[in-house]
């Protein structure tokens, strides 16, 4: 992609109401744009990042089976009505008249319409288990929109319904998703810190969120510090809880392990039994004719917040510091002398070439050279190729790594050759 042809409305200026760094980097290096309160449009570099982050998701989610759909934004109150969450979801579901004077919502959450689904179509046992899941816009009317993405109305979540015969099969799904979490936040670059959790609105008796510890979360946590070398498996026993939860008096946390800090919820995973199944007469026939109601999971990430989440850990006074797995270009190539021949014809060689394995970004704007690098900077893409008008002359390239400031310089050929496989 050629940068004249690219639309980052990077901006120079800090804007004044954005408190947090992933929310000022993500308006300065052109990633969102407000449109209401709580609502952001996806600019192209933060489009780039969500594809990706759905990517690695997807492929998890392949490998435990679990089916990828669409279900509807807009669903019918009648859905809601049979469990009692019409009523009971409160003021934070958006309610919708269609012109028949109907009434709608705005998906805040699919529990519903998955219970849906699966009574339509599945009647026998041997069809289980089945983990349907999918990525999707969900509207929330949060009383406090904050934090840009990170807290909005409209936001991009990840969300997983499974169906299983008895107990002991649901709680080998719901081990199978912890793990396959954990596995995810990781290919994402980030440290997830699993924590027992309140069911909450969505009720039930096991749960699970998945933390990002940042001074700018606004979860508490309190953790034992063993947590980082626990194997996976043993991760979900109690090692971290979040303030709701902790109890000095029966905490299970030994007292000189404990840690408090801030974290970014960025899942949360519930098994709920039969709440849905049973209100929403959804069932099976075992080998005896007898009706099953299955017993139900649902599965949460929050893709657009976890964009903020990993900038929040992954940033520095400069700007963004994408992890290669995430970023909306592989390499960047900085032409610094756009009017210099020998620079263009350099450039152009490097980016033909690498173009045609690796995402890049060739930056042939006509800037001033610190803004051409500040901006670099600020968009956080992990490697950077850079085109200077001496270095060209003897055709060398310098080669910098954002995350380091590590510079090589290196031929125009050995710059080819590493990035093209
Ligand atoms: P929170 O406690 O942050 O309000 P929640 O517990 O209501 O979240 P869940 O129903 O568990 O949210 O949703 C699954 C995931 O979706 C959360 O773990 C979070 O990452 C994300 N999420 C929830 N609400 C929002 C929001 N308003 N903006 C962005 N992401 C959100
Ligand atoms: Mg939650």
Not at 226 to 254: C, H, Q, W
Not at 371 to 384: C, H, S, T
Request: net charge neutral; glycine share 6%; proline share 4%.
């Amino acid at each position: 992609m050629l940068f004249t042809d690219f639309f980052a409305p990077t901006l120079k200026d800090t804007p004044a109401d954005a408190k947090i760094a992933s929310h000022q980097l993500m308006l300065r290096a052109g990633l969102i744009s407000q449109t209401a309160s709580g609502i952001y449009c996806w600019l192209p570099l933060a489009t780039r990042v969500i594809e990706k982050i759905a990517k690695v998701i997807c492929e998890e989610q392949d490998r435990i089976g679990a089916n990828k759909v669409y279900f509807t934004t807009v669903q019918p109150a009648e859905l809601w009505m049979e469990s009692g969450r019409y009523e009971a979801y409160g003021k934070e579901m958006l309610r919708i008249k269609d012109r028949k004077d109907g009434n709608f919502l705005y998906s805040p959450t699919n529990e519903e319409q998955a219970t849906d689904i699966f009574r339509k179509y599945v009647k026998s046992y041997k069809n289980l288990p089945i983990m349907l899941y999918q990525i999707h816009w969900k509207f929330r009317d949060e009383i406090r929109p904050r934090f840009g993405v990170m807290r909005g109305r409209e936001f991009l979540m990840k969300d997983g319904y499974s169906f299983d015969i008895d107990f002991e099969q649901a709680k080998k799904t719901y081990q199978s998703v912890f793990k396959s979490y954990l596995k995810i936040f990781r290919r994402l670059g980030l440290v997830p810190v699993p924590v027992q959790a309140d069911s909450g609105a969505i009720g039930g008796n096991m749960s699970h969120e998945f933390q990002i510890l940042a001074n700018t979360g606004e979860s508490t946590l309190y953790y034992d510090k063993g947590l980082f070398s626990a194997r996976d498996d043993e991760l979900m026993n109690i090692f971290a809880v979040t303030d709701e939860k902790y109890d000095p008096k029966t905490s299970k946390i030994p007292e000189n392990e404990l840690a408090i800090s801030k974290g970014i919820e960025v899942g949360h995973i519930f098994y709920f039994d039969t709440k849905y199944s049973e209100s929403m007469n959804a069932f099976v026939l075992n080998e005896k004719g007898e009706k099953i109601f299955p017993k139900m999971g649902s599965y949460g990430i929050g893709v657009s917040r976890l964009v903020a989440a990993i900038i929040e850990a992954s940033h520095d006074d400069r700007g963004i510091i994408w992890p290669e797995t995430v970023s909306p270009f592989y390499v960047t190539l900085l032409n610094l002398h756009t009017r210099n021949e020998k620079c263009n014809e350099m450039s152009l060689k490097i980016y033909d070439a690498i173009s045609t394995s690796k995402e890049i970004l060739y930056d042939n704007r006509e800037i001033t050279v610190g803004e051409k690098l500040a901006d670099a900077d600020l968009i956080g893409i992990p490697w950077q190729i850079i085109v200077g008008q001496k270095n060209a002359e003897n055709n060398i390239v310098e080669l910098k790594n954002r995350k380091t400031g590590d510079i090589v310089r290196a031929s125009i050929n050995e710059i080819i050759s590493r990035f093209v496989v």
